[in-house]
């Protein structure tokens, strides 16, 4: 079974940065969409960005558009969210998610089609 960790989460000033891995066992990742997706206190889990199997394309929620960055190290088999610019309104959980891709060049950034998850890593934002 597909197994994700995900860390980097920290306390960071506004307008800083931070890059979170999500660190795949089991599988190859190279096998699944992987997604970011986000929880803050009192709301829905957000959807920000994936990368399908194939590697391209990506794609990002337009609230994280232009700040944020999926990649992914096939040898480490491990999928990185770079975030640039960050506002305390990005302080939330950050998970990362699995689909098994059933296309190689396609992602979308769904909760409900993620078949794993991780437990989450905090990231807060402030000054």
């Known amino acids: 079974q597909l197994q994700l960790v995900e860390s980097g989460g920290g306390l960071v000033q506004p307008g800083g940065s931070l890059r979170l891995s999500c660190a795949a066992s089991g599988f190859p990742v190279d096998w699944y969409v992987i997604g970011w997706f986000r929880q803050a206190p009192g709301k829905e889990r957000e959807g920000l960005s994936c990368i399908s199997s194939s590697g391209e394309p990506t794609n990002y929620t337009d609230s994280v558009k232009g700040r944020f960055t999926i990649s992914r190290d096939s040898a480490k088999n491990t999928v990185y969210l770079q975030m640039n610019s960050l506002k305390p309104e990005d302080t939330a959980v950050y998970y990362c998610?699995?689909?098994?891709?059933?296309?190689?060049?396609?992602?979308?950034?769904?909760?409900?089609?993620?078949?794993?998850w991780g437990k989450g890593t905090l990231v807060a934002v402030a000054s």
């Open positions: 998610a699995a689909e098994l891709a059933t296309e190689q060049n396609m992602c979308l950034i769904e909760v409900d089609l993620m078949d794993y």
